[in-house]
């Protein structure tokens, strides 16, 4: 694991977006895996920002998000659909064609996960998997206790992530119970991943997920097994180091 040491969140959130850029203009077609979340804000709010200066192309660029709540539409302004609508697909030129994020509504949800890794599988696999980690090191919305071998499936959230999640939302009634995430070998199957880590309250994790033991119960201590992660993270999430 080859972790980068930035001063604060926005030099987090810089290196991210010239590591992607870059990425995304060295190649003639690039599968990325996107995360939503607080943590890769600043991450797309450069990758615009470049967009609209350097003009770089996004056409040759399919996505797959990571993870959607479960009962949210797309219009619904805490969906991840428009997280992503929001923070970056509108403001690049990717085709519509080519984003994908699981779909939290259909009518078979069990379905919907076998099709989910039937169409990253069918397009190739993902080249660069962009992840945050949540405080209880969960990579996804894959929860502690969640087996390593798990692909796409429906999750219930548990408590701690309905809390940390619920200042997006105006009550913490409104703050989804489930959720569809890629699975745990679904995120490690991709080519290379990236994770992103700021902030005082990442700290407790960043030191397991350096430090600590293979365990189910902590899901990200699984990418110490994975041959090519690059991790940003800044001074106040490493501070337990
Ligand atoms: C959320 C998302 C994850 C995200 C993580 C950290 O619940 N499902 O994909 O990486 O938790 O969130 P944040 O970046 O807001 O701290």
């Given at each position: 694991m080859e972790v980068i040491k930035v001063k604060n969140y926005n030099e987090m959130s810089k290196k991210a977006a010239e590591y992607i850029i870059s990425k995304v203009r060295s190649s003639n077609r690039i599968h990325l895996g996107l995360a939503t979340g607080g943590t890769p804000l600043g991450l797309y709010k450069y990758m615009v920002l470049d967009f609209h200066k350097n003009k770089t192309d996004y056409r040759h660029v399919t996505s797959f998000n990571l993870d959607e709540y479960v009962g949210l539409s797309e219009e619904n302004p805490n969906s991840y659909h428009y997280y992503m609508k929001e923070n970056l697909f509108s403001h690049i030129n990717i085709l519509d064609s080519n984003v994908h994020l699981p779909d939290g509504n259909g009518v078979s949800l069990q379905k919907e996960c076998v099709q989910?890794?039937?169409l990253i599988k069918e397009c190739g696999g993902i080249d660069v998997q962009v992840l945050g980690i949540g405080q209880n090191g969960?990579?996804?919305?894959?929860?502690p206790g969640?087996?390593?071998?798990?692909?796409?499936?429906?999750?219930?959230?548990?408590?701690?992530?309905?809390?940390?999640?619920?200042h997006f939302f105006n009550h913490m009634d409104e703050v989804p119970t489930h959720a569809i995430t890629m699975g745990i070998q679904s995120i490690m199957n991709s080519r290379e991943i990236l994770l992103l880590a700021s902030?005082?309250?990442?700290?407790?994790?960043?030191?397991?997920?350096?430090?600590?033991?293979?365990?189910e119960q902590f899901p990200a201590s699984i990418l110490q097994?994975?041959?090519?992660?690059?991790?940003?993270?800044?001074?106040?999430?490493?501070?337990?180091?």
């Amino acid at each position: 694991m080859e972790v980068i040491k930035v001063k604060n969140y926005n030099e987090m959130s810089k290196k991210a977006a010239e590591y992607i850029i870059s990425k995304v203009r060295s190649s003639n077609r690039i599968h990325l895996g996107l995360a939503t979340g607080g943590t890769p804000l600043g991450l797309y709010k450069y990758m615009v920002l470049d967009f609209h200066k350097n003009k770089t192309d996004y056409r040759h660029v399919t996505s797959f998000n990571l993870d959607e709540y479960v009962g949210l539409s797309e219009e619904n302004p805490n969906s991840y659909h428009y997280y992503m609508k929001e923070n970056l697909f509108s403001h690049i030129n990717i085709l519509d064609s080519n984003v994908h994020l699981p779909d939290g509504n259909g009518v078979s949800l069990q379905k919907e996960c076998v099709q989910y890794d039937k169409l990253i599988k069918e397009c190739g696999g993902i080249d660069v998997q962009v992840l945050g980690i949540g405080q209880n090191g969960h990579i996804g919305f894959n929860e502690p206790g969640t087996s390593f071998g798990t692909k796409t499936h429906v999750v219930k959230l548990t408590e701690s992530t309905r809390q940390a999640n619920k200042h997006f939302f105006n009550h913490m009634d409104e703050v989804p119970t489930h959720a569809i995430t890629m699975g745990i070998q679904s995120i490690m199957n991709s080519r290379e991943i990236l994770l992103l880590a700021s902030g005082i309250e990442k700290s407790a994790a960043m030191h397991k997920l350096l430090h600590g033991d293979l365990n189910e119960q902590f899901p990200a201590s699984i990418l110490q097994l994975h041959p090519n992660v690059t991790v940003i993270a800044d001074l106040q999430s490493l501070s337990s180091q």
